[in-house]
């Protein structure tokens, strides 16, 4: 990847989890990525919707109790499949799209603090890796991400009615913002 290549994609994602125990929590996510934007070698692309499904694993190691933190363990692995194709222009109003298919395997660890049983910030390290599939002009091009880590700091906030709020920043290595909500049965 070159300094000048970029990759910009946005996703909506519904996630389920299961506790097997206090400590272990099954997760899975199914998504849809709403498009995108590639730019390659100076050219510009469009990354047109797709699909994205994951599947987790979390273990929590320190249970962070009395002054000590919380610290979980997590690895997780999806997918995302969709099709990409050169922006239109007036010469090629209706560019052919290619398959574009992205695997993803990470393992984190979060530390954090709650407060009064309602807030919870944290500190997440993740590492990752996967290859990432591109059917450009009849041939298939593999690459991967220019980062392979993420340093993330967030906020949960734990509301009546088992609701959970949750907003992520991530600006350091692979970048990203994430807000979300859960609501416990």
């Known amino acids: 990847r070159r300094s000048s290549d970029l990759i910009r994609r946005r996703a909506v994602t519904a996630s389920f989890d299961y506790r097997l125990d206090p400590a272990i929590t099954l997760s899975g996510a199914l998504g849809a990525g ?4 590639l730019i390659a070698r100076g050219q510009r692309y ?54 574009f298919h992205a695997v993803d395997l990470r393992a984190g660890l979060t530390v954090g603090k709650t407060f009064g049983g309602v807030l919870s910030p944290y500190g997440a390290a993740r590492l990752f890796g996967g290859p990432i599939f591109w059917q450009r002009e ?27 709020l949750f907003a992520e ?15 416990g049965f």
């Open 138 to 164: 009849g041939r298939t091009i593999t690459g991967g991400d220019q980062y392979h880590y993420q340093l993330a700091a967030g906020l949960v906030a734990s509301l009546p009615g088992s609701v959970d």
């Open 46 to 99: 469009d990354i047109l919707p797709g699909v994205l499904i994951a599947g987790s694993f979390s273990r929590r190691l320190v249970e962070g109790r009395g002054a000590a933190p919380f610290v979980l363990f997590s690895a997780t692995a999806g997918v995302s499949i969709a099709s990409i194709q050169p922006a239109a222009s007036e010469a090629d109003p209706f560019p052919r799209s290619g398959g």
């Open 34 to 37: 709403t498009g995108g934007l």
């Open 169 to 183: 920043g991530v600006p350091l290595g692979e970048r990203a913002f994430v807000i979300g909500g859960g609501v």
